[in-house]
């Protein structure tokens, strides 16, 4: 059973954004009487310059315009503005020519601002809701008091103003404290103006013309200079480290976090481990050297899922065709064990890649593919499905055997004939398997069919039946998925047992051959067994005696040794029967009959009959009856050996040798060749060795093989020539040289 383990964490990302930008930019031009051609045409290269810039740094900027101007004096009409261009990303600037008339800004201005706001275009579906700064192009100078132009305008529904430029501050505080920047052209600026026009954060620039410089640009764009940036939280399932990173394109000098279970952190992208499961409300509060910002959010953390180890699934192949229906679902149990199925859901795929990024999710009633197919099964959270953990395993058509029926098993009984045997119950397996892979299929034995279906207490393969024809009951199973059988069962029968008795190896002589009747054994092979009820046959090998073929005539001729076999059957039960061997022999001498012996003397000389057999008995023609005999004459001798009731006649001819040289070199060094000086075929009296310079080394009375090139004392010789003198019993001397060989 395989199982394998898979636990995958996917990036999970959570983005909270938040940005006090100025990404709504309202343009004031003072267009007043005092505002030329040129000066306008300046201003509107500017603006569109201004404009370009800020799409360029942020291209969700949006650009809005209004062109201001006055009554005459005497006007008793309300103050004048122009919305030249609604609140548009990435615009092409046109100022209108003539907006207004002839006055000083602390005079129009502030009428013709409060009278916009009176209006509502800075309100909650105005033209310019949610303006987030605003530039103000004039040429007016500063006036110390507050002559309003529009004493005469009875029908200006305009409130009490403010005097000087602190209307200015007034506004910026009444649009929520956005920054207000001033770019004035004037010749004569006053020292104490620059304080009350730039609020919030914005910028005054004073110069002689509309025509704005790179640096006054660069400025400018400073002004709006602002905190923006937002986090991302990866990886919200409980038991990971969730990791928060936060995003700006800002300088930030410090960060403080808040992950909502009482733990803080000062990192800009810190990591936090959340113990529980749960909601959390999370802050980041970043800072720079002017500004703050808060970005609270809540962030969840998922309870993550064990994949808890599944077992195979292991379905019988009862049709035979490999394929099977697996209903899925069943495994849904073990990968959850004690979590809930209503926090986690458990989809199955074919691969583990699909299980990662969970693709084709497979039908839960689902037919395999292959006898042995892996299944990857992924659990997940039910609200966050990057929550997960992947465990495999296997779906397995189990080959089903097939249990065919078995003949009864009949053995003989012992010399007891008390019905009780011994069974080999493997020598079933063929019967019951008959042709099926006994590496794919085994079986076991079983006396009663539940015990068979349980497989459980299975008998020995060498089985003694308990009665007379007991039921025994296999079950055939698959080799590794044992709960694939099937069964069938077969009865134990015992018959009486007969015995071929051993017979005594039967001995032909080679020199006394004739026709054999076998039947002269059957009554050795019975003994006290009723003819009647049994009967011998004879083969010549052991299985045409099992099979009953070849069946050998009683009588035979044998030309070498055999054994034949002889088979006692119950002629009741042909099944039921002994063999035994016979070793039918011829018995062959061990040694030729003919023997021709060579000496150089005659004189006591002993012959030996050379039988090659210590069973031997033997019978000269001399009338001796030993093994060997002493003779003085060359002549021809005969000797009866009889070995194993078999009697041959060996004939020896002892007659004189005609090669009786004395050796002229010996070579002592034990390999059996010339080791000695031999003269046994000498009537020898003595013998004397003298060395090249006529000193005697060696000498000896009676001689007949002992000199090997020592001395008389026993020491080795050197290598050289020696000359020897050798007497002989019938007065006979004979001289000559010897050559030692170390």
């Given amino acids: 059973m395989k199982f394998f383990y898979i636990s995958l964490f996917f990036l999970f990302t959570l983005q909270f954004s938040h940005s006090q930008c100025n990404n709504k930019i309202l343009f004031i031009i003072d267009d007043s009487g005092s505002v030329n051609d040129v000066e306008r045409n300046d201003m509107q290269t500017s603006i569109q310059t201004l404009s370009d810039q800020l799409y360029a740094d942020n291209p969700l900027t949006e650009i809005g315009i209004i062109q201001y101007g006055q009554p ?59 303006t987030t700064a605003i530039f103000l192009f004039t040429d007016a100078s500063v006036s110390g008091g507050c002559t309003s132009v529009l004493a005469n305008c009875t029908s200006c529904n305009v409130p ?10 007034d506004l910026s505080q009444s649009l929520g404290g956005i920054p207000f920047s001033v770019y004035r052209v004037i010749s004569n600026p006053w020292q104490v103006t620059a304080e009350g026009i730039q609020q919030n954060g914005g910028i005054l620039i004073e110069d002689s013309s509309f025509d704005v410089s790179s640096v006054q640009l660069n400025q400018l764009m400073g002004s709006l200079a602002c905190i923006d940036g937002y986090f991302e939280v990866l990886d919200n399932c409980l038991g990971e480290t969730t990791q928060f990173n936060l995003t700006t394109n800002d300088t930030v000098t410090s960060a403080s976090w808040d992950f909502g279970d009482g733990a803080t952190s000062s990192d800009f992208n810190p990591t936090h481990t959340y113990s529980n499961p749960g ?51 069943t495994r849904d149990q073990y990968i959850l064990g004690s979590q809930s199925d209503m926090t986690f859901s458990i989809n199955y795929f074919s691969s583990l890649t699909d299980a990662e990024n969970n693709d084709n999710p497979l039908s839960t009633n689902y037919y395999n593919t292959i006898m042995e197919e892996e299944i990857f099964a992924r659990i997940e959270n039910s609200q966050n499905n990057q929550c997960y953990e992947i465990t495999s395993f296997n779906v397995i058509v189990a080959a089903l055997p097939t249990a065919f029926p078995v003949a009864d098993f009949v053995v003989c009984d012992d010399e007891s004939n008390d019905g009780i045997a011994s069974f080999d119950l493997t020598l079933i397996n063929d019967q019951v398997l008959n042709g099926q892979s006994s590496t794919t299929f085994s079986t076991t034995y079983h006396t009663t069919y539940i015990d ?152 006591n000389f002993t012959l030996e009959a050379n039988s090659n057999s210590e069973e031997a008995t033997y019978l000269w023609n001399t009338g001796e009856t030993t093994e060997s005999i002493t003779v003085n004459n060359f002549g021809t001798y005969e000797v009866e050996i009889t070995i194993n009731n078999c009697t041959e006649v060996k004939t020896i001819d002892f007659i004189q040798d005609t090669d009786c040289n004395i050796p002229q070199g010996i070579s002592p060094n034990d390999d059996g060749y010339n080791d000695f000086l031999d003269l046994s075929f000498l009537d020898m009296d003595s013998i004397t060795i003298y060395n090249r310079y006529g000193t005697e080394v060696y000498s000896k009375d009676n001689y007949i093989n002992e000199w090997k090139g020592q001395t008389n004392d026993g020491k080795k010789l050197p290598t050289g020539t020696y000359f020897y003198v050798i007497k002989t019993l019938s007065y006979k001397t004979h001289t000559g040289w010897i050559y030692l060989n170390r």
Avoid at 160 to 169: I, Q
Avoid at 282 to 293: A, C, F, P, Q
Avoid at 502 to 509: E, G, H, K, P, R
């Fill in 72 to 130: 005459s004096s005497n006007s008793t009409s309300q103050p004048s503005y122009y919305i030249a261009l609604p609140f548009t990303v990435n615009p092409t600037i046109i100022l209108q020519n003539d907006a207004g008339g002839f006055s000083m800004m602390q005079d129009v201005f502030p009428n013709s601002i409060n009278t916009m706001i009176n209006d509502g275009i800075f309100s909650a579906g105005g033209e310019f809701e949610d």
């Fill in 279 to 329: 909601t959390y409300d999370v802050s980041l509060i970043i800072s720079n050297d002017t500004e703050t910002l808060t970005i609270n959010e809540t962030v969840t953390i998922y309870d993550n899922p064990v994949a808890n180890p599944i077992p195979d699934f292991i379905i019988c192949d009862d049709a035979n065709d490999q394929v099977e229906l697996f209903d899925l679902t």
């Fill in 452 to 603: 068979a279906i349980d497989g459980s207490n299975s008998l020995p393969n060498n089985y003694t039946n308990q009665s007379a024809n007991e039921q025994v009951f296999i079950r055939v199973f698959n080799s590794d998925y044992p709960d694939c059988f099937n069964i069938t069962s077969f009865n134990l029968k015992v018959s009486q047992q007969p015995v071929a008795n051993a017979i005594t190896d039967f001995v032909m002589c080679e020199n006394d051959m004739f026709d054999l009747d076998l039947t002269i054994f059957n009554q050795d092979v019975l003994l006290n067994q009723d003819s009647s009820d049994f009967s011998v046959s004879y083969y010549y090998n052991q299985n045409d005696a099992i099979n009953n073929v070849n069946e050998i005539n009683t009588e035979i001729v044998y030309t070498e040794d055999i054994i034949v076999f002889a088979k006692v059957e119950n002629n009741s039960n042909l099944d039921c029967y002994a063999i035994t061997p016979i070793k039918l022999t011829i018995y062959r001498f061990p040694f030729e009959p003919y023997e021709e012996i060579k000496n150089c003397f005659q004189r």
């Fill in 160 to 169: 009490a103003l403010s005097c000087g430029y602190d209307y200015l501050f």
